[in-house]
């Protein structure tokens, strides 16, 4: 998303968990499938500000690990009596905001159910007029990083700042 952000003036700021391990096991497409949707309702609903991505451990045993993904946006935010029905396929039949914004009213239903097939649950905070953030949990499965110096992770390009 950043050449859309960039043509909208709008900084992605990454704000990354030191703490969280830098391999996991999990289903990598629908959690890109639900950042996905998150990011670009973020982009679409907001006109000046920023929008951020923060990642961070929300609880851990032995075996598994649960994370916490946050995209929160500085845009036209969402009523408290929407709030409620924004994860609800079949609440959606009013159609206003879809009518004006254009899309199908249903990537956040569907980012709900992959959200709960991956044990975790997705909620939001907002304000109209103020921004809004967006909460999920996924849990992964812990693996031993790998010892191949080729994908060491060290030596691999990665994310450590904000993308303006
Ligand atoms: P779509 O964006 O395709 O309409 P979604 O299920 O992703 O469908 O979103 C449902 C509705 O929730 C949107 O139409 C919009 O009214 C509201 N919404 C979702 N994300 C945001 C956001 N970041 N800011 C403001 N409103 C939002």
């Not at 968990?17 to 949707?37: F, K």
């Not at 920023?50 to 045993?61: E, Y």
């Not at 408290?80 to 959606?92: L, R, S």
């Amino acid at each position: 998303f950043a050449a859309q952000a960039r043509e909208k003036g709008l900084p992605i700021v990454l704000d990354l968990s030191p703490a969280v391990p830098s391999h996991l096991s999990g289903d990598v497409h629908r959690l890109r499938q639900i950042l996905r949707n998150l990011l670009s309702n973020a982009l679409k609903f907001t006109r000046a500000g920023r929008i951020a991505v923060h990642l961070k451990v929300d609880s851990q045993t032995e075996k598994h690990i649960t994370l916490r993904f946050t995209v929160s946006d500085t845009g036209i935010g969402i009523a408290k009596e929407k709030q409620e029905m924004i994860f609800d396929a079949f609440a959606q039949a009013d159609g206003s905001t879809t009518r004006k914004y254009g899309g199908t009213g249903l990537g956040l239903a569907i980012a709900s159910q992959l959200v709960s097939m991956m044990n975790g649950s997705i909620w939001v905070e907002s304000e109209p007029g103020e921004g809004s953030s967006f909460h999920f949990t996924v849990r992964f499965a812990r693996v031993e990083p790998p010892t191949d110096v080729s994908v060491d992770p060290a030596r691999s390009p990665r994310y450590t700042g904000s993308v303006p």
